[in-house]
């Protein structure tokens, strides 16, 4: 077996993915190993633009995959510490709840502390507040 190294695939069915792959000779018919590959789809808000993130295979329990060279396309070797960063974190956040969707859920911990009724009353009650130190 070879030596371990991300990349983006692009596969014959139009498919992207970003993996950590390891290519393996196997006599002759050589294979890629991929081990827990993503894709990556870069999106676009009012914002500016992130990156989504999703399994390769989201109903498989598998974290490897083998393909043939006959099915890609292209192969390109990532070196950017920051994709390499982003697929790792994303690998790593088993911690959080994530919903159906692909979004976290709202805990405490980002911030989330009151609803907009209890919002509301305190930024009146600072407004009410200011308001009269100023009369």
């Given at each position: 077996?070879?030596?371990?190294?991300?990349?983006?695939?692009?596969?014959?069915?139009?498919?992207?993915?970003?993996?950590?792959?390891?290519?393996?000779?196997?006599?002759?018919?050589?294979?890629?190993?991929?081990?827990?590959?993503?894709?990556?789809?870069?999106?676009?808000?009012?914002?500016?633009q992130?990156?989504?993130?999703?399994?390769?295979?989201?109903?498989?329990?598998?974290?490897?995959?083998?393909?043939?060279?006959?099915?890609?396309?292209?192969?390109?070797?990532?070196?950017?510490?920051?994709?390499?960063?982003?697929y790792?974190?994303?690998?790593?956040?088993?911690?959080?709840d994530?919903?159906?969707?692909?979004?976290?859920?709202?805990?405490?911990k980002?911030?989330?502390?009151?609803?907009?009724?209890?919002?509301?009353?305190m930024?009146e009650?600072?407004?009410?507040?200011?308001?009269?130190?100023?009369?």
């Amino acid at each position: 077996m070879g030596e371990e190294f991300h990349a983006v695939i692009k596969l014959v069915t139009g498919e992207e993915i970003f993996s950590l792959v390891c290519v393996d000779e196997n006599d002759g018919d050589p294979i890629l190993l991929l081990m827990n590959p993503v894709i990556m789809k870069i999106m676009r808000n009012h914002v500016g633009q992130y990156v989504k993130v999703r399994p390769w295979m989201e109903m498989a329990g598998d974290s490897m995959y083998v393909i043939k060279y006959d099915k890609i396309i292209t192969m390109t070797e990532v070196k950017q510490n920051n994709m390499i960063e982003f697929y790792n974190k994303y690998l790593n956040e088993d911690e959080l709840d994530w919903e159906e969707d692909g979004r976290t859920k709202i805990s405490d911990k980002m911030g989330y502390v009151s609803s907009v009724d209890d919002a509301r009353k305190m930024l009146e009650n600072i407004y009410k507040l200011k308001d009269n130190k100023e009369s």
